[in-house]
């Protein structure tokens, strides 16, 4: 983006608020190949969010001194994006939410084991670095533990399973001798460089420090939840029991969505979009030859053990396949794509039995990681093989992989707007693409094609899930019960998924809600362009500013439109 004069406190403005980013987050700027912070640790206590109140506040000022008026169009999305982010941060700090942010998906124990995915290891001060972040992981745990106290004391408590699922991770954690545990995996494997006595001498300093730094950090967490925690986490499931939760939802819902729907409307929107799903489903069934209800439709795939993997090798084996398909296939829907490459990985098994069924990894701003596509292959027996392919084009190609590594290829845009990431968009987008796929006639069967719809569904169920959890007031045991009539995953699956909205309020409604906007812009787009519209030209609009709110990218779609109407 090329500022005027006049607009380079715009310019200004974004890198200085881009520096602190990093500056005050030492990990994600390693995640994105920034190396200078790369043996630091967050602060996450109190000081630390003070400061970082103070200066978002600071930003925001002279934010407010720039008109709009005075910016190009590209400036503007650069301008609403920064105001929106500003705003989040300082608006979210009322609900004090880190005084009960302890979960089993992204919780700190998680975070810091890790490290090892992002901290690069080629050199002796890499090294180095690492062996001063795991001397922080003390301090780390301190602060923590401090703000759960706090929450102890305010009634802001984490839902039980959070508590119990995390328990039983320390626990798995503390049953391994500390050079067996995943943070001496970063002195198993050395760059053939390295001299053997310096390999020695870094196993000796890191045997040191995780032996007496960093187990005994996770023994006080796992101590804090055995004498202090014990029979206080909360039963009820929603996060309107606690102080102000039902407010709380309410800013989650819309930061998580970037629209202005209430959890009411949301609600609603997931059972009629429910039904749409299962009706394409039920016709479906019928050119498969099947004569019953849904229900039993569903049963039948799900019980046909033919349907379902042998072995970790022949799961990863279907994604490798199923991607190398697609690849042949996006030219003709797409006017750039990103250079950047991903590669598909197991997950680790201490997180797997928790864990979703695949996730996906952002490669570093660098060049120095690729995109990684992480699947579960936890007991292979238990997935399904006609959800894999919808899950391959969501985490990879045409989804995550394709919009993050392209966003972040724009050197035009402001840093960080390449990286800050909108739920709504980002999840929106990935999930647009399931059934882009089947446009693009890339699912290889008709039960490939129901595995889609029912992925499509599974969004819509979450849309009543997590609204019926956090502002409806039901247990988990109804929520589950709702997915078990609606769903055909196996129970760890469902029973991780619920477990995920609990400890994740609001995200999950992003997922449906980004898809329909998206959508629905293309489909108002093609009634105005007619044939004058170009698939390859929308998905351009749509992705090369990287992640916007949805609202800005109406404004997008509707400038895009007007400019080629007047290019006719």
């Known amino acids: 983006m090329t500022l005027s004069k006049k607009n380079k406190n715009l310019e200004k403005l974004g890198k200085d608020y881009w520096e602190f980013l990093m500056k005050e987050n030492p990990t994600w700027a390693t995640f994105l190949g920034d190396k200078r912070?790369?043996?630091?640790?967050?602060?996450?206590?109190?000081?630390?969010?003070?400061?970082?109140?103070?200066?978002?506040?600071?930003?925001?000022?002279?934010?407010?001194?720039i008109k709009p008026t005075?910016?190009?169009?590209?400036?503007?999305?650069?301008?609403?994006?920064?105001?929106?982010?500003?705003?989040?941060?300082?608006?979210?700090?009322?609900?004090?939410?880190?005084?009960w942010n302890m979960d089993h998906l992204f919780g700190l124990h998680i975070q810091l084991m890790d490290l090892l995915e992002i901290h690069p290891l080629k050199t002796k001060k890499n090294y180095q670095d690492l062996?001063?972040?795991?001397?922080?992981?003390?301090?780390?745990?301190?602060?923590?533990?401090?703000?759960?106290?706090?929450?102890?004391?305010?009634?802001?408590?984490?839902?039980?399973?959070?508590?119990?699922?995390?328990?039983?991770?320390?626990?798995?954690?503390l049953a391994q001798k500390p050079m067996e545990c995943r943070f001496s995996d970063a002195v198993k494997n050395f760059p053939k460089t390295f001299l053997e006595k310096d390999k020695q001498k870094l196993r000796g300093d890191f045997e040191k420090v995780i032996t007496t730094s960093v187990?005994?950090?996770?023994?006080?967490?796992?101590?804090?939840?055995?004498?202090?925690?014990?029979?206080?986490?909360?039963?009820?499931?929603?996060?309107?029991?606690?102080?102000?939760?039902?407010?709380?939802?309410?800013?989650?819902?819309?930061v998580n969505t970037t629209t202005d729907k209430t959890p009411e409307e949301l609600h609603q929107l997931g059972l009629e979009e429910l039904e749409k799903n299962k009706e394409e489903i039920l016709a479906i069934s019928r050119k498969l030859g099947h004569s019953?209800?849904?229900?039993?439709?569903?049963?039948?795939?799900?019980?046909?053990?033919?349907?379902?993997?042998?072995?970790?090798?022949?799961?990863?084996?279907?994604?490798?396949?199923?991607?190398?398909?697609?690849?042949?296939?996006?030219?003709?829907?797409?006017?750039?794509?990103?250079?950047?490459?991903?590669?598909?990985?197991?997950m680790e098994a201490y997180k797997a039995p928790s864990a979703p069924a695949a996730y996906y990894y952002p490669p570093a701003e660098d060049g120095s990681r690729p995109g990684i596509f992480w699947m579960n292959t936890h007991k292979p027996e238990d997935w399904a093989n006609y959800s894999m392919e919808t899950l391959a084009f969501h985490e990879a190609i045409p989804g995550h992989h394709l919009q993050i590594s392209l966003?972040?290829?724009?050197?035009?845009?402001?840093?960080?707007?390449?990286?800050?990431?909108?739920?709504?968009?980002?999840?929106?987008?990935?999930?647009?693409?399931?059934?882009?796929?089947?446009?693009?006639?890339?699912?290889?069967?008709?039960?490939?094609?129901?595995?889609?719809?029912?992925?499509?569904?599974?969004?819509?169920?979450?849309?009543?899930?997590?609204?019926?959890?956090?502002?409806?007031g039901w247990s988990r045991e109804k929520a589950l019960n709702f997915m078990r009539e609606t769903r055909t995953a196996n129970d760890m699956e469902m029973n991780n998924e619920i477990d995920r909205y609990i400890v994740w309020p609001g995200q999950a409604l992003a997922y449906k809600v980004g898809q329909r906007t998206i959508y629905d812009l293309r489909e108002w787009a093609k009634g105005q362009l007619k044939d004058k519209?170009?698939?390859?030209?929308?998905?351009?609009?749509?992705?090369?500013?990287?992640?916007v709110p949805l609202t800005t990218l109406k404004d997008m779609i509707e400038d895009w439109v007007e400019t080629k109407q007047k290019n006719v």
């Open 37 to 65: 912070y790369n043996d630091r640790l967050e602060e996450i206590g109190p000081k630390a969010r003070a400061r970082c109140v103070a200066q978002h506040k600071k930003f925001l000022k002279r934010l407010k001194k």
């Open 70 to 99: 005075q910016l190009s169009y590209a400036e503007k999305i650069s301008y609403s994006i920064l105001k929106l982010k500003l705003k989040e941060y300082i608006d979210a700090q009322k609900y004090k939410d880190w005084e």
């Open 131 to 173: 062996l001063s972040r795991y001397k922080q992981i003390p301090k780390a745990f301190d602060q923590f533990l401090g703000d759960l106290r706090v929450g102890l004391k305010s009634g802001r408590v984490a839902p039980y399973v959070a508590y119990d699922r995390t328990l039983k991770q320390l626990e798995q954690f």
């Open 215 to 254: 187990v005994p950090a996770y023994q006080k967490f796992h101590q804090f939840l055995k004498e202090e925690y014990q029979g206080k986490a909360r039963r009820e499931v929603g996060v309107s029991a606690i102080p102000g939760g039902r407010e709380n939802y309410c800013f989650r819902v819309k």
């Open 292 to 346: 019953g209800d849904l229900k039993s439709f569903l049963e039948q795939i799900k019980g046909d053990r033919a349907n379902y993997f042998t072995s970790r090798e022949a799961l990863m084996n279907k994604h490798q396949t199923t991607l190398e398909g697609m690849k042949t296939l996006l030219p003709k829907y797409f006017g750039k794509l990103p250079s950047i490459p991903f590669e598909i990985k197991e």
């Open 407 to 472: 966003a972040t290829e724009q050197k035009n845009i402001p840093q960080f707007q390449r990286h800050i990431g909108f739920t709504a968009y980002v999840e929106g987008w990935a999930h647009y693409t399931e059934r882009l796929a089947d446009e693009m006639g890339a699912y290889s069967s008709d039960l490939q094609r129901v595995g889609m719809l029912m992925d499509q569904a599974w969004r819509a169920i979450r849309l009543v899930v997590d609204t019926g959890i956090h502002y409806l």
């Open 533 to 547: 519209f170009d698939i390859r030209g929308f998905h351009d609009v749509v992705l090369l500013s990287g992640p």
